[in-house]
């Protein structure tokens, strides 16, 4: 694992444990010399991560859309900022140069983005590993909601459990490196040949 995508908050939160975890985790990728692929911000959870890795030696790339540089949020100290165009575009491109992706905590756009990946990789669009790293069982909820789109038939169990949750950064590193699919194919399969017994004849 050469480069790992990281979202998180553009704050910091409320909890200065949630700090704590970003410069854990950043100091650990500089010492793996592991690339830190980011959202390119200076300010809050993502400041703080890009920073401890910086400050460890290591690599950091930011993405960032013009319209959030024009808000005079980029962080000018990393090793190499790309401006990009839209939202989507950033996505796009921190898809394309990381080998995985973490979610610390964050709000609405580390939802979006981690959820999109998830996504893609449902859809057979990637095959890269997707990872909530934990404080103070933070993305517990989130889990217990995915846990009840599986009983309520919303989610293959397959999918709910190709991910990883937890506060243990050596298990996390470890998972990633050892990360094997799930049977995405096979779980397309299964939706290809249900849709076909419902589409009408002459269709």
Same mark, same amino acid.
């Given at each position: 694992?050469?480069? &790992?995508?990281? #979202?998180?908050?553009?704050? !910091?939160?409320?909890?200065?444990? #949630?700090?704590?975890?970003?410069?854990?985790?950043? !100091?650990?990728? !500089?010492?793996?010399?592991?690339?830190?692929? #980011?959202?390119?911000?200076?300010?809050?959870?993502?400041?703080?991560?890009?920073?401890?890795?910086?400050?460890?030696?290591?690599?950091?790339?930011?993405?960032?859309?013009?319209?959030?540089?024009?808000?005079?949020?980029?962080? @000018?100290?990393?090793?190499? &900022?790309?401006?990009?165009?839209?939202?989507?575009?950033? @996505?796009?491109?921190?898809?394309?140069?990381?080998?995985?992706?973490?979610?610390?905590?964050?709000?609405?756009?580390?939802?979006?983005?981690? *959820?999109?990946?998830?996504?893609?990789?449902?859809?057979?669009?990637?095959?890269?590993?997707?990872? *909530?790293?934990?404080?103070?069982?933070?993305?517990?909820?989130?889990?217990?909601?995915?846990?009840?789109?599986?009983?309520?038939?919303?989610?293959?169990?397959?999918?709910?459990?190709?991910?990883?949750?937890?506060?243990?950064?050596?298990?996390?590193?470890?998972?990633?490196?050892? #990360?094997?699919?799930?049977?995405?194919?096979?779980?397309?399969?299964? @939706?290809?040949?249900? !849709?076909? @017994?419902?589409?009408?004849?002459?269709?």
């Amino acid at each position: 694992m050469k480069s &790992l995508c990281v #979202y998180c908050g553009s704050n !910091a939160g409320g909890d200065p444990a #949630y700090a704590t975890l970003a410069r854990t985790l950043g !100091a650990r990728l !500089a010492q793996e010399h592991i690339t830190l692929v #980011y959202g390119g911000g200076n300010v809050g959870l993502m400041g703080i991560v890009a920073d401890a890795v910086l400050e460890g030696g290591g690599e950091v790339v930011g993405v960032i859309p013009e319209q959030l540089v024009n808000w005079e949020v980029a962080h @000018k100290g990393v090793t190499r &900022l790309e401006v990009v165009d839209s939202m989507h575009t950033r @996505k796009a491109r921190m898809f394309e140069l990381a080998d995985g992706f973490v979610a610390l905590p964050g709000g609405f756009g580390t939802l979006d983005e981690m *959820f999109e990946m998830l996504t893609w990789r449902q859809l057979g669009l990637g095959r890269k590993p997707c990872a *909530f790293f934990d404080s103070n069982g933070f993305w517990d909820p989130l889990m217990a909601m995915l846990d009840t789109m599986v009983r309520e038939r919303f989610l293959h169990p397959e999918q709910r459990n190709d991910m990883w949750q937890g506060n243990d950064l050596d298990a996390l590193l470890a998972w990633m490196r050892d #990360y094997v699919p799930a049977q995405a194919d096979k779980w397309l399969d299964e @939706k290809r040949r249900s !849709a076909l @017994k419902t589409t009408p004849e002459g269709a």
